[in-house]
């Protein structure tokens, strides 16, 4: 038989030994896949709390917002800080909390009846800001005015120049929360009551706090005894 190879067999080739790849190439991959319907759910145990102090802590942690009018000893604050955002890596000046790119952009300003501090975790030190009692201003709910500590994480955007504002949020948002999951949990650990606030005049409260344009207040977080 005479077989004219022309230009339409050489395509009909060509498709075949695509198809022929194409086959070969996924075939590995189908060895782990199931169909949807044939996938069996797994049965999950119960948290099993015995001998681990985490589970223990996580299955108290709340928000609550009514607060004693105790104030914090300083080492229940230095705890407290530590476990927030502290050093926990000095070889590396990593912390407790993760950052994305490890930016470490948020600043946790501490206010108290004394007034309002800076937390420097390399030096183990609450800097002065302002010598005034800012509590109240630090949200829109009244109870904020009797924590014995508000917190406000402020996120700085010059560590973070090279980012579309909306990745600067989005980081600024997250890393926020992480920390302020360690500050429940501390709190648990200690008795202490908090709640974290999105509910906060921002504009006032950068004003008071003298910010520059380039931090952005992200949240607050309540802390304090409970009331008796
Ligand atoms: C991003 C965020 C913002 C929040 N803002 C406020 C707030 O402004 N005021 C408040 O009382 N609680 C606030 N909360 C606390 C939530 O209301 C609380 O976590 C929620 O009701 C669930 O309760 P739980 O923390 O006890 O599980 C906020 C929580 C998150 C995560």
């Known amino acids: 038989m005479n077989m004219k190879i022309n230009r339409k067999n050489i395509l009909q080739v060509a498709v075949v030994a695509f198809i022929l790849i194409f086959l070969i190439a996924i075939l590995p991959m189908t060895k782990n896949m199931v169909l949807a319907e044939e996938q069996k759910p797994i049965k999950l145990s119960k948290p099993q709390m015995d001998g681990n102090p985490l589970l223990q802590l996580l299955a108290k942690r709340s928000s609550s917002r009514s607060f004693s009018s105790d104030t914090l000893p300083v080492n229940v604050l230095s705890n407290m800080l530590w476990a927030a955002f502290g050093i926990n890596r000095p070889e590396s000046d990593k912390r407790t909390a993760p950052s994305a790119k490890n ?48 917190l406000i994480y402020v996120a700085d955007y010059s560590k973070m120049s090279s980012l579309s504002d909306e990745v600067k949020l989005m980081y600024a948002a997250a890393d926020t929360g992480f920390i302020s999951e360690n ?21 006032a409260l950068a004003k008071v706090m003298g910010l520059r344009p380039d931090q952005r207040i992200i949240l607050a977080q309540s802390v304090g005894y409970p009331v008796k």
């Open 103 to 150: 930016l470490q952009e948020i600043d946790i300003y501490v206010t108290t009846a004394m007034g309002l501090y800076l937390y420097d975790a390399r030096s183990d030190l609450l800097k002065p800001i302002l010598g005034q009692d800012v509590r109240g201003l630090t949200g829109t709910q009244a109870f904020v005015k009797d924590a014995a500590v508000n």
């Open 183 to 203: 500050v429940y949990l501390y709190c648990v650990s200690e008795g202490l009551s908090t709640v974290v606030r999105a509910g906060i005049d921002r504009q």
